[in-house]
């Protein structure tokens, strides 16, 4: 399970793994989140959607609906010190996409990787940017976070033009510095501090930008440190697994035996009496348990899974499955907005008037889609909130 990706699954045991909607940790309001950082001002732009992925079975502001509606937003926070905080709904997953996006605001706002801490999937702070998948998170999110960072940048060098008593274009910013020559110069934590930065920065809003030319780019596309990297490699870093939270149990689940297989019976009354300390549930073809340990609740489970009668059905060999799926192949698209099958222009009759003819069958191999991996989730309702810690 991902915290941000919109996975579903078609029988009833992927569901209570899979169909829920994403969940995030709502930890504070913006309010409290400003108070929390201290001094500073958060920098709300309005910058034209970027798809996150198609929006079949629901999806965020970020990502096309039905409507067509097309919202997104970057949320910067620049605090005294002269670190920037930005905020995105998309998640690092091992892709990579917390390294990029930082690049992305250092270059435009000119600053140092050092100085851009980034926030990411949580719903309580940060802009819903549609889910993390289809491998979207760098064509849409990276140059609209640009052009964010790029406007926040120009507003700063008009304020700074402001302190300095000069022309906007006599300003330029490098390392939070905003300089307009002859020793005229502030820092990014000068202009946090002015007395009337926040009235005066909603007033500078211009209404154009430019973005860094490639050629000029000093951050992006530069090999830098991966954020977060010392944790993962000093053994800082904490995954689901190191996660323990007061109360909290270790779930297991009954797997079928094979693709929709349905339960036929379980022994669940005598299980339940051989394991008086877990926790059992049982819902149509859902069953799993939960206990204070995973030892406690994988016990439970072998006995519960050994009780287990299933009916299933055939399935094609690996020898028959080409065929098979080519029998039963759909063009319907499985839920997707549009069908499998797309054709341009009148193929047969090209066919028929082709002095060359060419025919021949190719064969690919069948390649699932599919995680191997382990997985692992932690999560905590508490308040009507709910927090998730997962890979």
């Known amino acids: 399970m ?28 913006r309010r409290d989140f400003v108070q929390v950082l201290g001094a500073g001002l958060v920098i709300a732009v309005s910058a034209r959607a970027a798809h996150a ?46 390294t990029q996006l930082s690049q992305a605001a250092a270059e435009e706002l000119h600053l140092p990787m050092d100085k851009i801490r980034l926030i990411m999937g949580d719903t309580g702070l940060c802009p819903d ?13 990276v140059p609209q976070i640009r052009r964010s960072a790029a406007i926040a940048n120009e507003l700063l060098c008009e304020l700074a033009a402001k302190r ?12 939070g510095v905003y300089s307009a020559g002859a020793g005229k110069q502030a820092t990014l934590g000068d202009l946090v501090d002015e007395k009337h930065f926040n009235s005066q920065f909603q007033a500078a809003a211009p209404k154009g930008v430019t973005l860094t030319r490639v050629d000029e780019w000093r951050v992006l596309g530069q090999p830098v440190k991966k954020p977060q990297s010392e944790a993962v490699v000093t053994g800082a870093q904490k995954y689901p ?5 007061p109360g909290m ?21 005598a299980t339940k009496k051989q394991f008086p300390d877990v926790t059992f549930v049982h819902d149509g073809d859902f069953i799993g348990c939960a206990a204070k340990t995973s030892w406690a609740a994988a016990k439970a489970l072998d006995a519960l899974a050994a ?24 063009t ?14 009148d193929g047969p009759a090209k066919l028929t008037d082709a002095a060359h003819k060419l025919d021949a069958s190719y064969k690919v191999a069948y390649i699932q889609h599919a995680p191997m991996e382990p997985r692992a989730a932690v999560a905590e309702w508490t308040d009507g909130k709910l927090t998730v810690w997962t890979g």
Do not use: C
């Not at 991902?2 to 309001?29: C, K, M, Q």
């Not at 940017?129 to 999110?141: L, Q, V």
């Not at 319907?332 to 222009?345: I, K, T, Y």
């Open 53 to 98: 992925q198609r929006g079949s079975r629901g999806g965020g502001r970020g990502s096309r609906g039905e409507g067509g509606d097309e919202k997104l937003s970057t949320r910067f926070h620049i605090d005294s010190d002269g670190v920037v905080t930005v905020m995105t709904g998309k998640v690092e997953v091992g892709q990579g996409s917390r």
């Open 249 to 269: 149990l270790h779930g297991k689940v009954v797997r079928p035996p094979a693709y929709n297989a349905k339960l036929q019976s379980i022994g669940l009354d």
């Open 307 to 330: 009780t287990a009668k299933w009916n299933t059905k055939p399935h094609p060999s690996s020898d028959e499955l080409f065929e098979h799926l080519k029998k039963h192949a759909t």
């Open 2 to 29: 991902r915290i941000d990706d919109t996975l579903t699954g078609d029988d009833r045991v992927e569901r209570y793994e899979l169909h829920e909607p994403p969940a995030y940790r709502f930890e504070a309001s």
């Open 164 to 175: 300095l008593n000069v022309e906007r274009a006599a300003v330029k910013s490098d390392a």
């Open 129 to 141: 940017d549609g889910g993390t998948a289809g491998s979207r998170t760098t064509p849409a999110n």
């Open 241 to 245: 697994s190191d996660i323990a939270r």
């Open 332 to 345: 319907q698209g499985n839920g997707w907005p549009r069908p499998r099958s797309e054709q341009w222009g």
